[in-house]
């Protein structure tokens, strides 16, 4: 079984809204930042949004105002609350967990924007 499992993936209208769930196994310990990431067909990772232990987020530019980072650090866990989701939203999102130890990398849930 997976150290880290996303879930809450699916196919959503343009306008839409999902969220996602990453799931850190608990014998995981020191966490310092969890993120969630996408790569759509054809292109490079890239960063969605990030949140550290102590509550600071970043977002990339493209989901400002759409989409919301939060964690529950008590469950590991972290989640993405995506709105006013677009068709370039289209693409599978990985969730990072970062430590003293490296990262985990989970298997990835597809996100599917289309009318």
């Known amino acids: 079984q997976g150290q880290v499992v996303e879930s809450g993936g699916g196919l959503v209208q343009p306008g839409g809204s999902l969220r996602l769930s990453c799931a850190a196994s608990v014998r995981i310990s020191g966490i310092y930042a969890m993120g969630w990431y996408r790569q759509a067909p054809g292109e490079q990772r890239e960063l969605v949004a990030r949140?550290?232990?102590?509550?600071?987020?970043d977002y990339a530019d493209s989901v400002k105002g759409r989409f919301t980072i939060s964690s529950n650090k008590a469950k590991n866990a972290a989640y993405l609350q995506m709105n006013s989701l677009k068709t370039e939203d289209t693409a599978v999102y990985y969730c990072k967990v970062v430590g003293p130890w490296g990262d985990y990398w989970g298997q990835g849930t597809q996100v599917t924007v289309s009318s």
């Open positions: 949140i550290r232990t102590n509550g600071a987020t």
